[in-house]
């Protein structure tokens, strides 16, 4: 195969890390405002296009059929930082920015460790083809998302320190554990072999609605029962 078709795939997924990296310094700034949104706004925009990119790498590859495990080893490096380290550090700024326990904040690290973990099993997984075990590390990044914009919203549960490490603990045990969960891609049109998927279509249209960004939370919720409901 000609090299410059079979690193397309690649250099997309690099755009993904180029914007797990933006995402980050982004979320520095905190609840600073820059051109119209948040530090933590403009961090949640640029892992949504981290995610974009994560998508299309591996649409790309498929089309072209230019699968290689370089670029099997580059996409999960690339969603540690998208979708483990931004999203901690994001959480990180706004638990800081907010007045939340200090010490608070330094246990988001737990959440790209665990990320690390999980992309790691996943690459030496061959059970995870089709489907996945344990919460795929975007759908993490997406609960934090949605988690961060209800906290900032002033949700006052969510910020009681109790209540975040609670979440904090069954995320990255989530992340790591047996739990079947259903893949986002849609491989026929049966009806009942993909009903899982449009709940969840159904389910996020609702909640992002109704809550705006902060639907995300309780479509990642949704998403995890529905993984137990739907357990082959």
Not at 42 to 64: E, K, N, S, T, V
Not at 206 to 218: A, D, H, K, R
Request: proline share 3%; glycine share 8%; aromatic share 16%.
């Amino acid at each position: 195969m000609n090299k410059i078709v079979q690193n397309i795939p690649n250099c997309i997924t690099s755009l993904n890390l180029g914007a797990g990296c933006l995402s980050i310094i982004a979320a520095s700034h905190g609840t600073g405002e820059y051109w119209g949104l948040l530090g933590f706004q403009w961090a949640f925009l640029f892992m949504a296009m981290g995610a974009l990119a994560d998508f299309l790498d591996g649409f790309a590859a498929r089309m072209l059929k230019a699968y290689s495990d370089l670029g099997k080893e580059l996409d999960s490096l690339c969603d540690l930082v998208t979708f483990g380290v931004a999203p901690a550090l994001t959480l990180f700024f706004l638990l800081q920015d907010i007045g939340i326990d200090k010490w608070l904040c330094w246990t988001t690290i737990l959440i790209p460790i665990s990320a690390a973990f999980r992309l790691a099993r996943f690459n030496l997984d061959t059970r995870q083809a089709t489907t996945f075990i344990g919460l795929p590390v975007p759908a993490n990044a997406i609960f934090w998302i949605g988690y961060a914009s209800l906290l900032y919203s002033g949700v006052q549960f969510l910020s009681l320190w109790y209540v975040f490490l609670c979440f904090l603990v069954v995320e990255c045990w989530l992340m790591n554990s047996n739990l079947p969960m259903f893949s986002l891609k849609v491989k026929n049109l049966n009806f009942k072999a993909n009903l899982p998927l449009y709940l969840l279509a159904l389910a996020a249209g609702v909640f992002c609605f109704t809550l705006g960004v902060g639907g995300l939370f309780w479509l990642i919720v949704f998403y995890v029962f529905c993984g137990i409901a739907f357990k082959k």
